[in-house]
T-cell receptor, first 111, second 112 residues
């Protein structure tokens, strides 16, 4: 498989559930990102990882917990989410500060 | 002032016309500039990047950069209905570890 993959593509969860989003990049990049995009809203950067080290956390609530075990994999652990967290969650990767390549996203609905 | 500004649109052009999308940025130290296309409900797709002042052409797309005026534009020649999407401008503020800064996008509608 090539590019950036994300699973699951769709997720429905209750406010008390715990779930995880997975991202994998096959591009040999050293940086990975999580973005949130609510309906008809701009991209919101959530987290940045460079060489597995978290370098940015844009005031994201603690109910979102990222994990980057290596340069190719990125997870977003979700717990006790709110309905307003429903959005498209996008993973991206890049080589340094170059172009970012996005995965297809996970459409999350919180009931 | 937003770091990367785009007119939200919609920009409506007839099929076959030239669509001109504009973007301004605030940081004079910006070095790399990118255009992404995002169809409704899909993820952004990179279509062009430009690093130097002037024009860069790729098929029907031309990116234009003017660092003195701090703007970058995207021209789409012979616009097709399939070009209808939101176009995002993104800027790299420095080399190395920082994420791109994205504009909020311009929605383009190409009328058949």
């Amino acid at each position: 498989e090539t590019g950036v993959t994300q699973t699951p593509r769709h997720l429905v969860m209750g406010m008390t559930n715990k779930k995880s989003l997975k991202c994998e990049q096959h591009l040999g990049h050293n940086a990975m990102y999580w973005y949130k995009q609510s309906a008809k809203k701009p991209l919101e950067l959530m987290f940045v990882y460079n060489f597995k080290e978290q370098t940015e956390n844009n005031s994201v609530p603690s109910r979102f917990s990222p994990e980057c075990p290596n340069s190719s994999h990125l997870f977003l652990h979700l717990h006790t989410l709110q309905p307003e967290d429903s959005a498209l969650y996008l993973c991206a990767s890049s080589q340094g500060g170059g172009a970012e390549f996005f995965g297809p996203g996970t459409r999350l609905t919180v009931l | 002032q937003k770091e990367v500004e785009q007119n939200s649109g919609p920009l409506s052009v007839p099929e076959g016309a030239i669509a001109s999308l504009n973007c301004t940025y605030s940081d004079r130290g910006s070095q790399s500039f990118f255009w992404y296309r995002q169809y409704s409900g899909k993820s952004p797709e990179l279509i062009m990047f430009i690093y130097s002042n002037g024009d860069k052409e790729d098929g029907r797309f031309t990116a234009q950069l003017n660092k003195a005026s701090q703007y970058v534009s995207l021209l789409i020649r012979d616009s097709q209905p399939s070009d209808s999407a939101t176009y995002l401008c993104a800027v790299n503020r420095d080399t190395g570890r920082r994420a791109l800064t994205f504009g909020s996008g311009t929605r383009l509608q190409v009328q058949p």
